[in-house]
C-alpha cells in the first residue's frame, strides 16, 4: 500500500512556470510538493533559452568579426567550439546540474520530489509510491519536449534533438536540420557560422511559418548568402542511417544528405501520462489543456507553461505562473493580455514580432491598414550597412486606429519590437505613436517611419 499524505497543492513539473507557482505558494506559507521528473528550472535553462543564446552570441561575434573586412580594415576569424562548449557547462547548466534549482525552490518552503507524476483523482497525485492528496489543488507545469514526426525510417536512426545539438562537444561536418521554425533556423545559422555544412528541410513553404511571410523570405536569403541549403515546400518523405551519414529522402526524388541530422519540427506534451482522463478531460481531444483566464482546467486545477497551449515561451509560463498563484491564494492580479503575445527568433538578423499577422487580422475579419519599411531605407539601417537586412511591418485597425500586430527584422529586431509590443498591448492610439519624439539615429526611430506610411 502507498504512503498517503496530504498537502495544500501539488506542483507537477518545475520548469519556469511551476517553479514559480511552487515557490510563490510556499512563501506564502502553503505546503507545497514540486515533483519533477528531469531538472530543476525546465527546458529554458538547461537546454533551451540560456544555453542557446551562448551559442548564437558566440556565432554572432564570428559574424561581426568577418564583417570587418567590408567596414574597418582586416580581420581572421577561426572558429573553436570549445570554448562554446565549455561555457555552457560551467556558466549556463552546471554540467545538467540541478541542484542549485533544487536548493532555491526548497530554501523557499517547498518539498521537492524527483520523480514522474500521475493525476489518479481530483486533487490525488501519485508518484514513487507516494498518494499526495491536495486539499487547494493541482498545478500542472509538464512542458514540452522535442516532438519526433512520423517520417519513415527516422525513429530507428541515432538523430539529434535540440538536446544533443546544446551538449555536443565537438561538431560534425555537415548538418541537416528538420523543421524551419525558431528552433531550427536558430541552430542552423549557428552551426554554419561555426563551419559546419548546413541543410534546412522545411516542409511548408517558408521558413518560419507562424510568422509574416517576408520574414521567412529574409531569413532564407541571408541563409542562402551565408551558404546554408534551404528547401521548403516538401516534408521529408523518407530518412535512413547508414555509418556515419543520414539521407533524408524528398518527394521530389532527391535526397540531401549529412553526418548528422537535428530534428527541430515541433514539440509534443504528456496528457496521456499525466492521467489527465481523472479529471474529466480527454487525452486525445488534444495535445494542450484548455485554460480559462485564470489558467484554470477544472475546479481544483491549474495548467501553466506550455501545456497550457497559448505559446510555447518561457515569458509567458511565468505570466500564466502568477495568474495561477493569484487564483489560488484569491487575490487579484492584471489578466492576461494574449492579443498581444511577443517572440523573439534570435537569428541573424533577429525576428521579432507581436501580435497578429497580416493574413491572421485579415482571417479575423478585421479591417487592416498595412506599414512596411526596409531597415535598411531608415537612416541607422543605411548607417549600419553590413548586415543590415530587416524590416519593420506594422498591421493596424481601421475602426480602432490602433496597433493589432507588428513584426520588426534587423540586427536588433527583438529589442524594438518592446516599443511595438507596448503599442499593442496598451492600445497606444496611432496618433500617440506618430506624435512621440524618437532618438535619432536608432533603429527603433524605424517604427515611425513606418507609422508615416500608415
Not at 515541433?266 to 485564470?294: C, I
Amino acid at each position: 500500500m502507498s504512503e498517503i499524505q496530504e498537502v495544500d497543492v501539488v506542483v507537477i513539473g518545475l520548469g519556469p512556470a511551476g517553479e514559480t507557482v511552487g515557490g510563490d505558494l510556499a512563501e506564502a506559507g502553503l505546503s507545497v510538493v514540486g515533483i519533477e521528473g528531469s531538472l530543476v528550472g525546465g527546458e529554458c535553462p538547461y537546454w533551451g533559452c540560456v544555453p542557446s543564446k551562448m551559442m548564437i552570441r558566440a556565432a554572432s561575434t564570428l559574424a561581426e568579426a568577418e564583417r570587418v573586412n567590408q567596414l574597418a580594415g582586416t580581420a581572421v576569424a577561426r572558429p573553436d567550439w570549445a570554448p562554446v562548449a565549455a561555457r555552457i557547462r560551467e556558466q549556463a547548466t552546471d554540467n545538467w546540474d540541478d541542484t542549485v534549482a533544487v536548493d532555491r525552490f526548497v530554501g523557499k518552503g517547498g518539498t521537492f520530489v524527483r520523480g514522474y507524476a500521475q493525476i489518479t483523482a481530483p486533487g490525488t497525485v501519485v508518484v514513487n509510491g507516494t498518494t499526495y492528496v491536495a486539499s487547494k489543488g493541482i498545478v500542472v507545469a509538464t512542458g514540452t519536449l522535442a516532438a519526433v514526426p512520423p517520417i519513415p525510417g527516422l525513429e530507428s536512426t541515432p538523430f539529434w534533438t535540440n538536446h544533443d545539438i546544446v551538449e555536443v562537444e565537438e561538431l560534425p561536418e555537415s548538418l541537416v536540420v528538420l523543421g524551419g521554425g525558431p528552433i531550427g533556423s536558430e541552430m542552423a545559422q549557428v552551426m554554419s557560422r561555426f563551419g559546419v555544412y548546413v541543410s534546412i528541410v522545411e516542409g511548408l513553404d517558408r521558413l518560419l511559418p507562424r510568422s509574416e511571410p517576408e520574414a521567412g523570405a529574409v531569413l532564407r536569403d541571408v541563409f542562402e548568402a551565408e551558404g546554408i541549403d534551404v528547401f521548403t515546400g516538401q516534408f521529408a518523405k523518407g530518412v535512413s542511417h547508414t555509418g556515419n551519414r543520414f539521407t533524408v529522402e524528398m518527394p521530389d526524388g532527391s535526397e540531401v544528405s549529412a553526418e548528422k541530422l537535428l530534428v527541430a519540427t515541433g514539440r509534443r506534451t504528456f496528457l496521456r501520462e499525466l492521467g489527465v482522463e481523472h479529471l474529466g478531460v480527454d487525452p486525445d481531444a488534444g495535445p494542450f489543456l484548455a485554460v480559462d483566464e485564470h489558467q484554470r482546467v477544472v475546479d481544483g486545477v491549474w495548467a501553466v507553461g506550455d501545456i497550457a497551449g497559448n505559446g510555447l515561451f518561457t515569458h509567458l509560463a511565468t505570466r500564466q505562473a502568477k495568474i495561477a498563484v493569484a487564483d489560488i491564494l484569491m487575490l487579484e492580479v492584471e489578466p492576461l493580455n494574449l492579443d498581444a503575445v511577443s517572440a523573439v527568433t534570435f537569428t541573424d538578423p533577429e525576428v521579432g514580432s507581436v501580435g497578429l499577422t497580416e493574413a491572421e487580422a485579415r482571417d479575423a475579419g478585421v479591417d487592416v491598414s498595412i506599414a512596411y519599411k526596409l531597415v535598411g531605407h531608415t537612416a541607422r539601417g543605411w548607417l549600419h550597412s553590413v548586415g543590415n537586412e530587416g524590416f519593420i511591418k506594422l498591421v493596424a485597425d481601421k475602426s480602432t486606429e490602433t496597433l493589432i500586430g507588428a513584426t520588426s527584422v534587423g540586427p536588433v529586431g527583438g529589442e524594438v519590437l518592446g516599443l511595438l509590443s507596448l503599442a499593442v498591448h496598451a492600445r497606444v492610439p496611432i496618433r500617440t505613436l506618430k506624435s512621440m519624439i524618437y532618438a535619432y539615429p536608432t533603429f527603433h526611430k524605424g517604427v515611425e517611419d513606418a507609422l508615416n506610411e500608415l
